[in-house]
T-cell receptor, first 115, second 115 residues
Framework: GAVVSQHPSWVICKSGTSVKIECRSL??????MFWYRQFPKQSLMLMAT?????????EQGVEKDKFLINHASLTLSTLTVTSAHPEDSSFYICSARAEGASPLHFGNGTRLTVT | AQSVAQPEDQVNVAEGNPLTVKCTYSVSGNPYLFWYVQYPNRGLQFLLKYITGDNLVKGSYGFEAEFNKSQTSFHLKKPSALVSDSALYFC?????????????FGKGTHLIIQP
């Protein structure tokens, strides 16, 4: 149980375009989902907390107008990278938790390459 | 604010030998502690967690970790390493409140098991 599906697994886009990444909890409901970014050979950096039915909470230094998060239902959160640039190229990972003290379950990540 | 330290970038162990991946943490109050494993270009897989109770926690794939409050450590261990254990390992901490808080990750430790 507790499967998180992330799509797409990889995407290549041109500079200036927007890219949407989906994160779904398949067998549980998640009022809160988390979006992380991982640079090569580095740890995961929390970008934002996605709250169902309300605005996302962004970490310091993360541009909310560039990384749009929508948590439309208890099983779906989306991250849209708007007007992507090469420096946005990275590995993006979402996660969700079924309840307070349970572990976070992670999607398989999305490798974004902006050319 | 909480933090996690993984002092070793890389740990090399011969197959069949015991392994230890170190982790220390800093958090106000009592923590929730987690270990995750990441294979190349994939999301994170949950290994084990400490919430409360027995200081020795057993997890997936034969891994275990020992919570030491006085040393604020949560080292990951396995009695006999397998080549397939080679991966990137992350220690993470969550404040006792749990709930909507995301995890704070260590920088990760590359575990290399040599045949």
């Amino acid at each position: 149980g507790a499967v998180v599906s992330q799509h797409p697994s990889w995407v290549i886009c041109k500079s200036g375009t927007s890219v949407k990444i989906e994160c779904r909890s398949l067998d549980f409901q998640a009022t809160t989902m988390f979006w992380y970014r991982q640079f090569p050979k580095q740890s995961l950096m929390l970008m934002a907390t996605s709250n169902e039915g309300s605005k996302a909470t962004y970490e310091q230094g993360v541009e909310k107008d560039k990384f749009l998060i929508n948590h439309a239902s208890l099983t779906l959160s989306t991250l849209t990278v708007t007007s992507a640039h090469p420096e946005d190229s990275s590995f993006y990972i979402c996660s969700a938790r079924a309840e307070g003290a349970s572990p976070l379950h992670f999607g398989n990540g999305t490798r974004l390459t902006v050319t | 604010a909480q933090s996690v330290a993984q002092p070793e970038d890389q740990v090399n162990v011969a197959e069949g030998n015991p392994l230890t991946v170190k982790c220390t943490y800093s958090v106000s109050g009592n923590p929730y502690l987690f270990w995750y494993v990441q294979y190349p270009n994939r999301g994170l897989q949950f290994l084990l967690k400490y919430i409360t109770g027995d200081n020795l926690v057993k997890g997936s794939y034969g891994f275990e970790a020992e919570f030491n409050k006085s040393q604020t450590s949560f080292h990951l261990k396995k009695p006999s390493a397998l080549v397939s254990d080679s991966a990137l390992y992350f220690c993470a901490v969550q404040p006792l409140g749990g709930g909507a808080d995301g995890l704070t990750f260590g920088k990760g430790t590359h575990l290399i098991i040599q045949p």
